[in-house]
């Protein structure tokens, strides 16, 4: 499973970015897609998740009501639609596939190489 993301960048307090991710396999092995972030010195964490078959999405606290997550099954791509950025969304974005999902990093067993996204003030 190759998972490639894309999107990231330079964007200024409020603005929106949409960062893609799509995979080279739809199978039992990525039935939930999920996105990370890690920011300078900071571990990982979740940042939200989507089922390819019922496209249910689930987030994290600290993004709920600004990100969307979406997907497109006939592009084999999800989504992260990004609004109201903050410096502190500022970090590496990672995609990652799971069989089952969640929202820690163990449950998800392959990984895109991750986009930085900077939000400057």
């Known amino acids: 499973v190759q998972l490639q993301a894309s999107g990231g960048g330079l964007v200024q307090v409020g603005s929106p970015l949409r960062l893609s991710c799509t995979t080279s396999e739809r199978s039992f092995r990525t039935n939930v897609m999920g996105w990370f972030r890690q920011a300078p010195g900071k571990e990982r964490e979740f940042v939200g998740a989507i089922g390819w078959s019922e496209g249910v999405a689930l987030y994290a606290d600290s993004v709920k009501g600004r990100f969307t997550i979406s997907r497109d099954s006939a592009k084999d791509t999800v989504y992260l639609q990004m609004n109201s950025l903050k410096p502190e969304d500022t970090a590496v974005y990672y995609c990652?596939?799971?069989?089952?999902?969640?929202?820690?990093?163990?449950?998800?067993?392959?990984w895109g190489q991750g986009t930085l996204v900077t939000v400057s003030s």
């Open positions: 990652a596939a799971s069989r089952t999902g969640g929202r820690s990093v163990t449950a998800f067993g392959y």
